[in-house]
């Protein structure tokens, strides 16, 4: 019987068991209904969410036009400078694309990787003030009784564990009605606004007044890292719909790292000057609030107040709350672990070439590849087609953890159901003929805390049925059906290559991409016809 996947609404829940949070649809894997793309319904749509996807429309075509300008001019470049080897990255947005390159950076070019540790250390400052402020949302005062409500286009992460955006503190939130005080109160999964704590304390309202200084901190952080994006920083902190939490975004092309690294001549423009200084005092800034933001977050308060809402911050990318005394201390150096945990988004296609330096054959020492990092988003995928040119291996990343979660884009849409059909128009793609398959299901790790927590994954996958709700099982299950799809298509003649991965566990990590490393040198003997 050929594998069949259909979202699907469950249609009850027995007794015993309880039903998925809401907004997350569960899907059934037993039943195959593959429509690509996949057909929208618009028909029940009212008028203002009708202007509000045309404007969404109208947005992503704008960014596909520029996409497609610098996607000409990138061609033209990587014609002159072919690489030895080309890999492509793909998945969902957030699945740990751009976490696998710097695995790949730290193992094979840890010298590229090394000297870029201080651009990293300010999204790491960025990712963790934007945690700050995040809770920082739960002791507002005065809007308890605020509406519990907010329209489809307010900020979300989709995470039905996980909490959502930081709306705009002192502004107009990205999707509040205007002319009010911006409500800077959490986003739920669902939408929602987050209730604020019912009665504040003495010491929180000090935490509160003492960490206030770090929304103007947030804005200079974002100013510095997103100058390449206009619309970013304008935004400030009033959060888009398709951000996350602790992250920030880039556009492909952006140069943001090389503002550390000084111009090409050594000269720095008054304008990064002026940057630089920003980030002095942003560190200063967050170097006094270190104790203050220790006392927020170990607050039995404020973890009641997260736990009662079924937040889970710990299961987010970029969380760094935990590690507080250590990277908010003077003379902080951001570890290799820290790069690979700091979450930056990346908005369009970057190609990032890299010069073998260790860890390979010596005659491999030197050889260039040019690995080819996307945008996750739905928004974005368009983008993806000029890249599939002479690609030798396609690693395909797939977070496991998002079983209970839905599109940031879309909320109706599982995101592990979103993987299985994007994994599909993949499986058949024409053009990806000749390259080499490589599944990596990511952030195991982040699956096992979920299923250990108590959540019940057939919930959420109901072909799953009584399977055991251990991570082996459903990791084992899940092999099973990524690798059925790649089957399905006669013309997918190579062998499929499936691995199991934290991106964030630099020492497991390193295993997987020596493996696939093997792969590759196999692949080149034998289309010299040396094997």
């Known amino acids: 019987m050929a594998l069949q996947i259909r979202l699907t609404r469950k249609p009850s829940s027995p007794p015993h068991q309880s039903p998925p949070p809401r907004g997350t649809p569960p899907i059934d894997l037993e039943e195959i209904n593959f429509h690509w793309p996949p057909v929208e319904d618009f028909s029940n749509e009212t008028p203002p969410q009708r ?155 000090r935490l509160r007044v003492g960490l206030s200084p770090l929304r103007s901190i947030e804005q200079s952080l974002v100013r510095f890292i997103s100058r390449d994006n206009p619309r970013q920083v304008a935004a400030g902190s009033a959060v888009l719909p398709s951000e996350r939490a602790f992250e920030v975004s880039v556009r492909s092309g ?108 010596a005659a491999e020492r030197g050889q260039l590849w040019s690995i080819i990092d996307v945008g996750g988003s739905r928004a974005l995928r368009a983008a993806w087609l000029p890249y599939f040119d002479d690609v030798n291996v396609l690693l395909f990343i797939v977070p496991v953890s998002a079983f209970n979660q839905t599109l940031t884009e879309d909320r109706t849409v599982n995101r592990l159901w979103d993987s299985f059909l994007l994994w599909k128009s993949l499986c058949v793609h024409k053009l990806l003929k000749k390259a080499t398959f490589v599944l990596l299901l990511n952030k195991y790790d982040l699956l096992e805390a979920k299923l250990k927590s108590g959540i019940r994954f057939r919930q959420f996958v109901t072909s799953y049925k009584d399977r055991p709700n251990k991570t082996e099982n459903v990791l084992e299950y899940l092999k099973e059906k990524f690798s059925a799809i790649y089957q399905q298509d006669p013309a997918n003649t190579q062998s499929l290559h499936v691995h199991v991965t934290c991106a964030t566990n630099s020492n497991s990590t390193s295993i997987v991409l020596a493996r696939i490393r093997e792969v590759i040198s196999t692949d080149n003997f034998r289309k010299a016809n040396l094997l």
């Open 51 to 205: 202007e509000e996807r045309l404007e969404r429309e109208r947005e992503a075509k704008r960014i596909n036009d520029e996409i497609d300008a610098q996607l000409e001019v990138e061609k033209s470049e990587r014609r002159k400078r072919r690489p030895d080897i080309r890999i492509i990255l793909l998945g969902q947005a957030e699945s740990g694309k751009s976490t696998i390159l710097r695995n790949f950076q730290l193992k094979y070019a840890p010298t590229a990787f090394h000297a870029e540790a201080e651009a990293w250390r300010a999204v790491i400052d960025l990712n963790l003030v934007r945690s700050v402020i995040f809770l920082l949302g739960l002791l507002e005062e005065g809007s308890a009784g605020a509406s519990g409500s907010s329209s489809s286009g307010s900020g979300s992460n989709g995470n039905n564990v996980g909490g959502g955006a930081p709306t705009s503190p002192g502004g107009a939130s990205g999707g509040g009605s205007g002319g009010g005080v911006g409500d800077t109160r959490p986003i739920s999964p669902s939408g929602s606004k987050l209730k604020p704590l019912s009665r504040l304390t003495d010491d929180l309202r």
């Open 254 to 361: 952006s140069r943001w790292k090389s503002l550390f690294r000084g111009s090409d001549n050594g000269a720095v423009s008054k304008a990064s000057s002026q940057g630089f200084e920003d980030l002095r005092n942003a560190r200063r800034v967050i170097e006094a609030c270190r104790e203050e933001i220790v006392a927020l977050w170990n607050h039995p308060a404020v973890q009641g107040g997260l736990t009662e809402q079924c937040v889970s911050l710990e299961f987010q990318s970029g969380f760094f709350l935990d590690s507080v005394d250590r990277i908010a201390s003077p003379g902080y150096e951001p570890s290799p672990a820290d790069i690979l945990k700091a979450r930056i988004q990346t908005m369009g296609v970057e190609e990032h070439p890299l010069r073998m330096e260790m860890g390979v054959a």
